[in-house]
């Protein structure tokens, strides 16, 4: 088996479901407690993750319930240096049902989100962090900050943390 480290941020409390989930899994569980911004905890993540010797770190939210043995299924023949995700369900401005994942446009350069048709395995341009798993090699070739809001020159939202960190590693 793989090393996995399962990470969870939170300013206040890990919902009740969640730390269910958690208990029942073989991977060791860091929870980042802090009043910061969601960059700054994401980060912190990462710091925390690197003091390991986990190949892996498996990010969720404090809100989010995987589905049985999500890791196990998202570690299974991956490639080096893949990111793989198991992204929860978001819903569209018209009402849809769809996995927090997006693919890119190239004709209009937006995103949209990825259409579920079943169980599989998508390539996705990004998504959301929770349900992430990310291999060390990742975190160890870009440089820090790891995650980082942007903003536009007249101070407006740019990019948040989650598409800085998936631009990069696009790149990469």
């Known amino acids: 088996m793989e090393d996995v480290?399962?990470?969870v941020i939170t300013r206040d409390i890990v919902h009740a479901?969640?730390?269910q989930w958690l208990c029942n899994q073989a991977f060791p569980v860091h929870v980042v407690q802090s009043p910061g911004t969601i960059e700054h905890n994401r980060n912190l993540q990462v710091v925390r993750f690197l003091k390991t010797k986990a190949d892996w770190l498996?990010?969720?939210d404090n809100d989010v319930v995987p589905v049985e043995r999500t890791i196990e299924?998202?570690?299974?023949?991956i490639p080096a240096k893949v990111c793989r995700v198991a992204p929860p369900w978001t819903i569209t401005p018209n009402k849809n049902r769809c996995p927090m994942a997006?693919?890119?446009e190239d004709d209009v350069a937006l995103y949209f989100p990825l259409s579920y048709q079943a169980e599989g395995i998508y390539e996705a341009a990004m998504c959301g962090m929770s349900g992430s798993l990310i291999p060390r090699s990742v975190f160890e070739e870009l440089q820090q900050p790891w995650f980082k809001m942007?903003?536009?020159?007249d101070g407006l939202l740019d990019e948040t943390e989650d598409v800085f960190f998936w631009?990069?590693?696009?790149?990469l």
């Open 5 to 7: 480290v399962i990470s």
């Open 17 to 19: 479901p969640t730390v």
């Open 58 to 60: 498996f990010i969720l």
């Open 73 to 77: 299924k998202l570690l299974d023949n």
């Open 102 to 104: 997006y693919r890119w």
């Open 150 to 153: 942007t903003h536009t020159a």
């Open 167 to 171: 631009h990069r590693v696009r790149e």
